[in-house]
């Protein structure tokens, strides 16, 4: 008999915009493994053709991309989000008319320097372990009177819609720059979430079958041109986690560790995560811990 379908926790129903999405970009996909297959006759086609290994012409065109990448580092348009998110964290807002200075990210009320790199962390009063969104959008409720719909509402920006959440995480990250990673893993809700978090990450499902190992796990993978990070070793885990919030050029737009992996969940093959569910806490405490002591250089600059 076949096990009834399963809804993992923290994921939504598919929209159906994203539902054709998806379906065209799986066109491509296929489009993509028959090519492959077909120029290299007796080779087995599994789904792990998609992930290979570099070669010369791949190490020096990103020899070339690191160098564009410097260059652009100097003038990160990340600065223009954290400029607003220090304007938004002073300025009076929602029903109570009140500004977010007395927001508690774990050091205490209104401290942010040093607060980006203790989180994921328990927090108390909400009796509840939280990334930096899910804590923006707490206190956006308790200090500012809003709805948590009202808060998340604008979550992920696009062109001329702004987010309130991602300009706030740019300039609160940048507080952190130069500060070792320190989550917390001491309280057993940590604890718990660090678990689920590495479960996940290992947890193969989906049409493709792919875990978020599948494509994170190995050295020198990559799919297509693009290089995938080894978030198995704290080497590679530290550059990565340490560098989000990150503008990304490709989408003209500075994006957080929520928009990330929302999008793996959806290179994944899997639905759409909802955003701020415990899901996405749990593989954030799994990243944050992987990348402990990572030095923290965000808001970064992304392909
Ligand atoms: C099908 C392959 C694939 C799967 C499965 C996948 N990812 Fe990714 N991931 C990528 C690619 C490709 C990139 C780099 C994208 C880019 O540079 O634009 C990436 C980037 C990332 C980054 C940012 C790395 C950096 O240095 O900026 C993180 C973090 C990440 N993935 C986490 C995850 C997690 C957690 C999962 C599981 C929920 C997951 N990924 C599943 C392919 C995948």
């Known amino acids: 008999m076949k096990p009834p379908a399963r809804q993992p926790q923290g994921f939504g129903p598919v929209a159906p915009a994203a539902r054709a999405r998806w379906r065209a970009r799986a066109g491509w996909v296929l489009t993509f493994f028959v ?5 290299l006759p007796g080779l087995t086609c599994a789904a792990d053709r998609l992930l290979s290994f570099h070669n010369d012409g ?9 160098r564009f990448h410097q260059e652009m580092l100097e003038d990160n348009p990340s600065e223009l989000w954290e400029a607003r998110g220090e304007q938004l964290w002073r300025t009076a807002a929602g029903p109570l008319k009140a500004d977010l200075t007395g ?52 979550h992920f920006g696009n062109g001329p819609q702004r987010s309130r959440l991602e300009a706030l995480s740019a300039w609160i990250a940048g507080q952190s720059k130069g500060l070792p990673m320190q989550a917390g893993i001491g309280h057993p809700e940590e604890q718990r979430l660090l678990a689920l978090g590495e479960r996940m990450f290992r947890y193969r499902a989906g049409s493709h079958d792919f875990a978020c190992a599948t ?13 995938v990070p080894n978030l198995t070793d704290p080497a590679d885990a530290r550059q990565a986690w340490t560098s989000w ?4 050029i490709s989408q003209g737009e500075l994006r957080t560790m929520q928009y990330r992996l929302a999008d793996c969940l959806r290179q994944q093959r899997l639905p759409e995560a909802v955003y701020g569910s415990e899901l996405i806490t749990a593989l954030s405490m799994y990243l944050a811990h992987q990348a402990e002591g990572g030095i923290v250089t965000a808001p970064g600059l992304k392909r």
Do not use: I, N
């Open 35 to 39: 090519l492959a297959c077909l120029g």
């Open 58 to 66: 791949v190490g020096k065109a990103s020899d070339e991309m690191a």
């Open 103 to 154: 927001c508690d990210l774990g050091l205490g009320a209104g401290v942010v320097p040093g607060a980006f790199a203790r989180l994921p962390r328990w927090f108390a009063d909400a009796r509840q372990v939280m990334d930096l969104e899910q804590r923006l959008v707490w206190c956006m409720t308790q200090q500012q009177g809003l709805t948590r719909a009202e808060a998340e509402q604008d």
């Open 215 to 227: 494509c994170h796990s190995g050295d020198h993978r990559r799919v297509r041109l693009q290089e």
């Open 245 to 248: 919030p990150a503008y990304r």
